[in-house]
């Protein structure tokens, strides 16, 4: 593997580490990528692992860092020397084949951290085909606190090998994901009593979103070499705020490194409208479900006519539940074009024994203010570790594709998308009536056919027992034609039946 260095820019003060399977250094973005310092390999590396380059590339996968890959025959171990403080730590994965013969679309295996579980049973290729953006490639992220060591473990599940493509680990200020937003708060949508995230707490990145705004990628983010996508994929509603060559003012409350320009300067409004909900339903897709979720909310008021207090207030709604009744942008920040960050913390639980809930944000304008309206700019969704330092999530559900070249993953179940439509419920639901409907008049029939077919056997049996005189059974057997031998009248019965019914 590899190892990147990158230089962080003067206001962030810290040091930045990532490592690639390689046996040369070179370039690629803001830094360098080196190969795999022998200071942090496990033991065991020659039994336990060995790497390999991958057999073609696709088209938007970089050369560096996913065209070469570290293989685990058995579980392995990364040991980092890194500096105290909370670090960001990605995982970059290229599911594809591999020259070695190695097919990492059929890799499952787990990664723990330093007693964190950040995967388990992970199978990146489902992952990449779960996603909502279009990528061969994935990148995991995670945020945790390190005294001295960070200790990176990979493990094959059964009948499998596990892989890398690289790692990265980023320093951070300390507590920027733990202290709460820009006044220190993390507010509990649950309790009135305020939520309080320790060093002992692990995150992972769910979503990232440049509300209104482009993708900007790592090395256009401030420091830390985040990724924020574009709302777009998401059917968002409301009007997209972008005043041209705006000039946002940050703060000692919130630094640059908080969010890039390119956040804050764009953002969604709900176009004024008084009825109408800015409602971002969906937009975050799912969540899995047993676990607390730090909600980050990045605002800045960035239109001419909106400078004073108590022109634009709304409400937040994290999950049906009041996070803040009233948020008033331009008096948090102190005035216009200042951008603030808030922080709710919230948990998602089984519900109707969904494990991927939804997690949904609202916001509601105030009706008495100037614009009944609201905005937002950006979104952070970060999951909390559980009690057990658990992060991993079930695999996702492959969805079906119709390119016969994707693999077929034997133990994944495709996905039904989206709900069900209310005519199919109806649908089913006559269907259902009509099936139990036919189900009883079959039933009646069969019970109504015994019964009379039991009524024609004593009939016919009391007939049979009639005695007729030799000029009926003489009529009835059209004088014999069949000589009565030992089958005597059995060919006749019929006949005789009948003749019985016409004289009754």
Request: net charge positive; with cysteine.
């Amino acid at each position: 593997m590899e190892l990147r260095r990158r230089s962080c820019p003067p206001m962030f003060f810290s040091s930045t580490a990532v490592i690639l399977p390689s046996t040369s250094t070179t370039m690629a973005g803001i830094g360098s990528w080196k190969s795999e310092d022998q200071k942090i390999l496990s033991s065991n590396l020659v039994n336990a692992s060995y790497t390999s380059e991958a057999s073609y590339q696709k088209s938007g996968v970089s050369r560096i860092p996913y065209m070469k890959a570290r293989i685990f025959r058995s579980a392995f171990t990364y040991s980092f020397p890194v500096t105290p403080g909370w670090k960001f730590l990605r995982l970059y994965f290229y599911p594809t084949q591999y020259k070695s013969g190695f097919d990492a679309v059929n890799s499952f295996f787990s990664v723990n951290v330093n007693g964190f579980t950040l995967l388990r049973n992970f199978n990146a290729d489902i992952t990449v085909q779960a996603s909502i953006t279009e990528s061969s490639s994935l990148i995991k992220e995670f945020i945790i606190s390190v005294y001295q060591t960070l200790n990176l473990t990979f493990t094959p599940s059964e009948n499998s090998l596990a892989f890398v493509n690289g790692v990265e680990i980023v320093s951070m200020p300390d507590r920027f994901y733990s202290k709460g937003g820009f006044d220190d708060v993390v507010r509990n949508v649950s309790s009135d009593v305020d939520f309080e995230i320790d060093n002992s707490t692990a995150f992972e990145t769910v979503h990232r979103v440049n509300v209104g705004g482009q993708m900007v990628n790592d090395v256009d983010d401030s420091g830390m070499f985040r990724r924020w996508i574009p709302d777009d994929s998401f059917g968002n509603s409301g009007s997209i705020v972008n005043v041209p060559d705006v000039k946002i003012t940050y703060t000692e409350k919130t630094p640059a490194y908080v969010a890039p320009y390119d956040v804050y300067a764009t953002s969604r409004s709900m176009g004024n409208s008084n009825n109408l909900i800015f409602n971002l339903t969906g937009m975050f897709l799912t969540v899995d479900a047993g676990y607390n979720y730090l909600v980050r909310l990045h605002f800045c008021e960035t239109l001419p006519q909106v400078t004073k207090p108590s022109q634009r207030v709304f409400s937040i709604l994290v999950r049906d539940k009041m996070a803040k009744k009233e948020t008033d942008v331009i008096r948090l920040s102190g005035g216009p074009r200042i951008p603030v960050y808030l922080d709710f913390s919230v948990y998602v639980g089984f519900e109707s024994g969904m494990r991927q809930p939804e997690l949904r944000l609202d916001l509601h304008a105030f009706k008495d203010t100037n614009l009944t309206d609201a905005i937002l700019s950006g979104v952070e969704i970060l999951k909390l570790n559980d009690s057990e330092g658990n992060l991993a999530r079930p695999n996702q559900k492959l969805i079906v594709s119709t390119d016969d070249s994707r693999p077929n993953h034997s133990n994944v179940t495709p996905p039904i998308k989206g709900k069900p439509h209310v005519l199919v419920i109806i649908l089913i639901a006559v269907g259902s009536v009509i099936g139990l409907a036919t189900f009883i008049v079959i039933i009646m029939l069969l019970i109504r056919r015994k019964k009379n077919k039991k009524e024609n056997s004593v009939i016919m049996f009391k007939l049979l027992l009639k005695q007729y005189t030799y000029a009926e059974l003489k009529k009835i057997t059209k004088s014999f034609p069949t000589p009565l031998g030992k089958e005597g009248l059995e060919p006749y019965i019929e006949e005789i039946f009948l003749m019985g019914v016409r004289l009754q």
